[in-house]
């Protein structure tokens, strides 16, 4: 069976984490992620976070080092974050209902997606760094 990756991108911008809030499905609704999407056919990873961010962000991103472990998910997908770059653009929410940017001292009382807050250390590790 063909492992499928969904990505997401830790954009770090003085010193804080850009969050976007999701809207679905229910179960989803209002927590908050790092941006992101399913790796479509024909993709490399981070082509499809390439496209993910440009599609829901607006912006141009450059993809580098991993952060944080794989987080497997149901149906064979397995979950992977990225440190990101914004090349151009200014991130507005047009899939998401909103962004917002947090610091590592914000970070932990913010209603994370339950994936993402596998990677909550690593996060406030990479803003204590920044
Ligand atoms: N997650 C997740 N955290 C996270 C992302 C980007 C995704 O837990 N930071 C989960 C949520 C979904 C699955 O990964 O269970 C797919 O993410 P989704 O829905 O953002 O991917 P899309 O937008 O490619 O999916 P479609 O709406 O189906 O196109």
């Known amino acids: 069976m063909n492992v499928c990756v969904v990505v997401a991108a830790a954009i770090v911008v003085d010193g804080r984490l850009l969050l976007a809030q999701r809207r679905r499905p229910a179960a989803l609704d209002g927590l ?5 999407g ?3 056919p024909g ?12 599609e ?6 450059e993809a580098g080092e991993r952060i944080g472990v794989e987080v497997p998910l149901a149906d064979g997908l397995v979950l992977r974050a990225y440190l990101t770059e914004i090349v151009s653009g200014i991130p507005r929410a047009l899939d998401h209902a909103a962004i917002g ?13 339950p994936n993402d807050r596998m990677w909550l250390p690593d996060l406030e590790r990479a803003l204590r760094a920044s």
């Open 43 to 54: 993709e490399t990873p981070t082509d499809a976070l390439r496209r993910e961010l440009r």
């Open 56 to 61: 829901e962000l607006d912006i141009e991103t």
């Open 38 to 40: 399913k790796v479509e």
């Open 101 to 113: 940017w947090f610091s590592a001292a914000e970070l932990p009382a913010v209603d994370l997606v």
């Open 32 to 36: 908050w992620e790092l941006p992101g």
